[in-house]
């Protein structure tokens, strides 16, 4: 029986919450995970879209379908538009925690009074977002390695994900990585048995493990 390929949408790179027309809170997400992913999925024959963050991983341009993302909440209006459409998310952005809550207009200058930024907290994205039975949804956490596991099982439920990649906050900024992928009953699974491999590799082998589960997943309808 022929299928058409599975529709994957992969979200990569930071967000920058305005300060003022030139600040910004922001990461040091480098979107380099998100196009080896984006890469890996369409090697294997799905038809891929992309939403990135302000960076520029090599690569990037060569991806089909991009479109561009700068806040937290233009992420969620991008994601609110496209998702329907697709059957498989990766969510490998990393989604700002905070933002200010009011933005100078204009450049505050130095000579200014110096600013009182407060925060609020971003309101979670991948767990309110929309999803229909036949959709499978893969989050992202990046926490200290001895939280790690402890970490992707509780952000499992609250982002209400198929499963989870987890990758130890030690790896950023790295070529390589130490990741595994926790699924809802518990168990993790490793490339290499756990081993640092490259962004690459790790990319190729997390398309091979969850490719069957969001196939299975979107035929259903």
Known sequence: MHHDP????????????????VRFIGNRSSGRMGVEIARALQAAGCD?????????????????????FRTAEELRDLLARSWPACDLLVMAAAVADWRPTNRFEGK???GDTAPTIALEAVPEILGTLASRADQFRVGFALEPAEELLASAKAKLTRKR?????????????????QGC???PDGHADQPDG??????????????????????ARCRQR
Do not use: Y
Request: with cysteine; net charge negative; hydrophobic share 45%.
């Open 6 to 21: 599975l529709r994957a949408l992969i979200t990569l790179g930071p967000t920058h919450e305005p300060i003022d027309a």
């Open 48 to 68: 891929v879209r992309v939403l990135a963050g302000p960076c520029s991983p090599d690569g990037l341009d060569s991806l089909p379908s991009v479109q561009r």
């Open 108 to 110: 505050h200058r130095r």
């Open 161 to 177: 994900a198929d499963c989870i990649v987890a990758n130890p906050l030690e790896t950023m900024d790295s070529e390589s990585v």
């Open 181 to 183: 992928l926790v699924w």
């Open 194 to 215: 756990g081993a640092l491999v490259s962004k690459r590799a790790f990319a190729n082998w997390l398309a091979n493990a969850v490719l069957p589960a969001a196939t």
